[in-house]
């Protein structure tokens, strides 16, 4: 089945440093990913839509600018966190589209952040 | 206006009792799809099920139970003899032109 690889599981930086997350699909090819965050006991919230080749898509209230999204490949679309601050600590979940646009989606195992 | 409503945020049940999370949603596509997802405290995202706007079956499937109402927008999930294992935050999404999930429903079972 597909599977997609996300990197690393959870990660600690220092305020002001720049954090940078990973999201693979391993066998098979992904025009589109989406990243979500969750903060502790909330749902997940769509933050951005990465479209390979082309830049991402934010969701309003998303910076477009702290939250750099790259997806410059058809197997990996990465997200960075720049200039981490305390409150940006939370639950990062990537995910892939197979097949059926509206049907098939696929997750990461997601990306623990904590920001110190 | 929220897409997708969970109407329980908490259900604890002792061992073996059945538990249903009920899903109302609301979208004005005439396709979409609509899924169960299973979250334990490890984060992982578990996929449970998927139905699309126009299958309307419902299915069982081991201890697991779904019945779609397309009628009331509806989108039911029963544990039936719930187990200590089934512990974990459950999430109803809503997909039309993008991933909408509900607050999640968290379920303890207690042995």
């Known amino acids: 089945g597909a599977v997609v690889s996300q990197h690393p599981s959870w990660v600690i930086c220092k305020s002001g440093t720049s954090v940078k997350i990973e999201c693979r699909s391993l066998?098979?090819?992904?025009?589109?990913m989406f990243w979500y965050r969750q903060f502790p006991k909330q749902s997940l919230m769509l933050m951005a839509t990465s479209n390979e080749g082309s830049k991402a898509t934010y969701e309003q209230g998303v910076e477009k600018d702290k939250f750099l999204i790259n997806h410059a490949s058809l197997t990996l679309s990465t997200l960075t966190v720049t200039s981490a601050h305390p409150e940006d600590s939370s639950f990062y979940i990537c995910?892939?589209?197979?097949?059926?646009?509206?049907?098939?989606?696929?997750f990461g195992s997601g990306t623990r952040l904590t920001v110190v | 206006a929220q897409k997708v409503t969970q109407v329980q945020t908490e259900i604890s049940v002792v061992e073996k009792e059945d538990v249903t999370l009920d899903c109302v949603y609301e979208t004005r596509d005439t396709t979409y799809y609509l899924f169960w997802y299973k979250q334990p405290p490890s984060g992982e995202l578990v996929f449970l099920i998927r139905?699309?706007?126009?299958?309307?079956q419902n299915e069982i499937s081991g201890r697991y139970s779904w019945n779609f109402q397309k009628s009331t927008s509806s989108f039911n999930f029963t544990i039936t003899a719930s187990q200590v294992v089934d512990s974990a935050v459950y999430f109803c999404a809503l997909n039309d032109y993008k991933l909408s999930f509900g607050a999640g429903t968290t379920v303890t079972v207690r042995a």
């Open positions: 066998d098979f090819q992904a025009t589109t």
């Open positions: 995910s892939a589209v197979l097949g059926s646009f509206k049907g098939g989606y696929t």
């Open positions: 139905r699309n706007s126009f299958d309307e």
